[in-house]
Each structure stands twice: as C-alpha cells, then as structure tokens.
C-alpha cells in the first residue's frame, strides 16, 4: 500500500477543513483525537460499516485534520491540532466545543481494544 499523502500546513484551507467536519461521524472522530494521541482505526468505534469509516478517515486526511500511517497490515491517525491552530487559531476548540454542546458526534466512541 502506497504512503497517504498529506497537505502542507499552508495548504489546507478553510472550505476544505469546515466541509470535512460538516459530518457528525467526522466531528465524532475529530473529538476522539482531540487528547492529540495517535489511534488505530480498530480503536474507533463507529456506528457505521468500516469501508464508511475508511472513506470518513481519508476525507479528514485530505482536508489536513489528521495525519494518517501505516504499519505492516494496520492504519493509525493522528489529529493534526498544532498544524490547524497554526493555521487557523481557535478554530478547531470552537466546533469541539459547539459539537459537546449540542451532542454531535456523540454516538463515535473508543474500544478497550485495538483489534
């Protein structure tokens, strides 16, 4: 499997970043990476199949919100918060905040498990 390609800090931009967390599962996954520790894809628990997650993950990579890897058979990711606070200040506190509020994304969880 090829190495997922992630924006320069100065390329991600604003559309990109606010349509990709215009999804509910998405600002799930975003605030289950907001304590900036990396996660494998098995750790996420989503109520959706895993080719949806996979497809959710890769939107939040390609607009610049995480930093995705691979090792030997399994996928990790990361949030990018220092890249998106650089570029956009108090942008990503903001939606996690509003998302607590109004409950968005609350039914994205994490395993015990990494399997």
Not at 71 to 82: A, I, N
Not at 85 to 91: I, K, M, Q, T, V
Request: glycine share 8%; with cysteine.
């Amino acid at each position: 499997m090829r190495e997922p390609q992630h924006p320069e800090v100065s390329d991600i931009r604003l559309t990109a970043v606010l349509a990709a967390l215009s999804d509910p599962i998405r600002v799930g996954v975003v605030s289950q990476l907001a304590d900036n520790n990396e996660r494998g894809w098995g750790e996420l628990q989503v109520p959706v199949a895993k080719s949806t997650l996979s497809h959710h993950l890769r939107v939040l990579r390609d607009a610049g919100i995480t930093r995705t890897r691979q090792e030997g058979t399994r996928c990790f990711v990361v949030l990018r918060r220092r890249d998106l606070d650089e570029r956009f200040p108090g942008l990503l506190d903001t939606v996690l905040t509003a998302a607590s509020i109004d409950g968005v994304g609350s039914d994205v969880g994490l395993t015990t498990s990494s399997g």
